[in-house]
């Protein structure tokens, strides 16, 4: 069993900055690869980043190209996205996901434990 506290979110004007983090704890749980994933009001859940086990390949949607970037630090029990130049179609509530697989990261579908979510805003 894993646990993920995901944070950092806020109000940012457009162009700002912001890092989300996710901490995860549990039993072998830095071996987890870890993915972000974004729920904007009346649409669906959609991926954002991810990141292996050992942070060694990572994932992008294209939607943060050039902007955003994820990580692992913590000796691996934290994942980090890191999200500059944002814009008001970046606002959606962020959820971090760990999974045990090393494959299928960017489908929401390959992770069984979820974070509670931290809501992103931007304004134009």
């Known amino acids: 069993q894993v646990q993920l506290v995901d944070s950092g979110g806020g109000l940012v004007q457009a162009g700002g900055s912001l890092r989300l983090s996710c901490v995860a704890s549990?039993?072998?749980?830095?071996?987890?690869?870890m993915g972000w994933f974004r729920q904007a009001p009346g649409k669906e859940r959609e991926f954002v980043a991810a990141i292996n086990w050992n942070g060694v390949s990572t994932y992008l949607a294209d939607s943060g190209e050039g902007r955003f970037t994820i990580s692992r630090g913590n000796a691996g029990r934290t994942a980090y996205l890191q999200m500059n130049s944002l814009k008001p179609e970046d606002t959606a509530v962020y959820y971090c996901?760990?999974?045990?697989?090393?494959?299928?990261?960017?489908?929401?579908?390959?992770?069984?434990?979820w974070g509670q979510g931290t809501q992103v805003t931007v304004s134009p």
């Open positions: 549990g039993r072998s749980s830095s071996r987890y690869a």
């Open positions: 996901a760990a999974t045990a697989l090393g494959y299928g990261l960017t489908t929401m579908r390959s992770y069984p434990y």
